[in-house]
């Protein structure tokens, strides 16, 4: 991989060679928060931008009509499936509600997931199970970390869940789930399944249909490096042509075609809504080519190489404990500091260039809990990150805690 081009293509970087703060570049290590976009993702949305500067809003989404298509196609040309499969949406947690809300839930209901689901997912099923009295189930771990899938098989036998949802990378830990043999469950049992694919898109290879998904939820701003405000929904044939729906579809979602009678709009759009900022949607599409052209297997090798390298540096400070357990590590780091509160140290990295995330506990209550820490310090780097600069990130963290 051509790390300086890479580099020249991300704004956010000082230039390959030189000291980080060059240009005004950071050490941006919170690509689980937000990645660097790349000069392409930035010129799509500026450049529709002013389009609707000079056209008027309306005018110029007639205007990008093909352009928009292309994004759909790159999006699904990333997760290995067709356009109308694709659903664009304002970030992942959008996606996911709209996704979980189509499933015909009733009193009583299982939902099926795990310890180590997204925090706003797990507020969601316990919202449900408030609301409509669905029963929310979580499956046990493997000792070596992640879901015990023999569990979740007794589990999806034995309680026969409406749904299962599960968060392929939590936000909180480098473990990556084994989503697939899950999702062979789910498929073997046509049980609905739900994967919060958030932090692995852009991240590694993702294809939903492999997975055994019926929904795939995903954000622009993370590992896929697109524009803030951005994300999309993929949805299985076998769920559009069941009449699946969102509970709140609006007029791009579906047709009122008489007095009492809806019509949803065909393919996933109809868990879509009608206010876009189209702008948004190609910076998406501009992400999804980007990350295409590099090849998401490269991609996955480079990042977990630094990662690898970024979890051995930091088990060599004192005082920090690496916290990742799993049975496979991806590209989020997370570390506890001994007498350090994570958001107070991730405020003094920044000021000295170096971006990562401080979690607390409300994070992921149940993880942080068992680990028996108040939260953590994460960082996760891109491939546009180097040795260089995890070497120099991990001696500013060494030196801020002597
Ligand atoms: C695993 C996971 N799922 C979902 C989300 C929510 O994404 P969004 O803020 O785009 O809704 C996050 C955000 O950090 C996440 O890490």
New binding site residues.
């Given amino acids: 991989m051509d790390v300086a081009r890479l580099r020249d293509d991300t704004p956010g970087c000082s230039p390959a060679g030189t000291p980080s703060g060059t240009n005004g570049g950071h050490i941006h290590l919170n690509n ?1 928060g937000a990645a660097l976009m790349p000069r392409p993702v930035l010129k799509a949305v500026r450049d529709y931008l002013e389009l609707e500067a000079r056209l008027g809003g309306y005018e110029a989404a007639d205007a990008a009509a093909d352009a928009i298509e292309d994004a759909y196609a790159a999006v699904a040309h990333l997760l290995g499936s067709r356009p109308d499969q694709v659903a664009f949406t304002e ?4 996606s996911f509600v709209a996704a979980l809300s189509s499933i015909p839930l009733r009193e009583g209901d299982v939902v099926l997931t795990t310890r180590a689901d ?1 925090v ?1 997912n797990q507020i969601q099923y316990l919202s449900l199970a408030e609301r409509f009295g669905i029963e929310v189930v979580r499956a046990p771990d493997a000792p070596e970390g992640g879901v015990d899938v023999g569990a979740m098989e007794e589990l999806i036998h034995r309680r026969r869940p409406r749904v299962v949802a599960v ?1 392929h ?3 909180n830990s480098g473990l990556v789930q084994d989503v697939a043999a899950i999702g062979a469950l789910c498929r073997a049992r046509d049980v609905w399944y739900l994967v ?1 694919a ?2 692995s898109v852009g991240q590694m290879p993702v294809h939903p249909e492999e997975i055994g998904a019926d929904f795939l939820s995903a ?1 622009a701003r993370k590992f896929l490096r697109g524009p803030r405000g951005a ?1 999309f929904l993929w949805v299985s044939e076998r769920a559009l042509d069941a009449g699946l729906t969102p509970l709140f579809p609006d007029l791009r979602g579906a047709d009122w075609i008489d007095e009492s009678l809806v019509q949803p709009a065909p393919g996933a759009r109809r868990f879509e809504s009608w206010e876009f900022f189209w702008g948004l949607v190609l910076g998406t599409g501009a992400a999804a080519r980007y990350a295409t052209d590099l090849g998401l297997d490269a991609i996955e090798t480079r990042i977990r190489r630094l990662a690898e390298e970024l979890r051995a540096a930091l088990a060599e400070v004192p005082g920090v404990r690496v916290l990742d357990h799993g049975a496979e590590l991806g590209a989020i780091v997370t570390v506890a500091v001994e007498g350090h509160e994570p958001p107070a140290l991730m405020r003094k990295l920044r000021d000295r260039g170096v971006h990562t995330t401080g979690q607390g506990r409300l994070d992921a209550v149940l993880d942080y809990d068992a680990k028996e820490v108040a939260g953590a310090l994460r960082l996760s780097p891109h491939v546009y990150n180097t040795s260089e600069e995890i070497r120099e990130a991990v001696a500013i963290l060494d030196e801020l805690l002597r």
Avoid at 91 to 94: F, I, K, S, V
């Fill in positions: 689980a970030h992942a947690t959008a997204y706003s968060t990378i939590p936000t919060d958030c932090q954000t994300g």
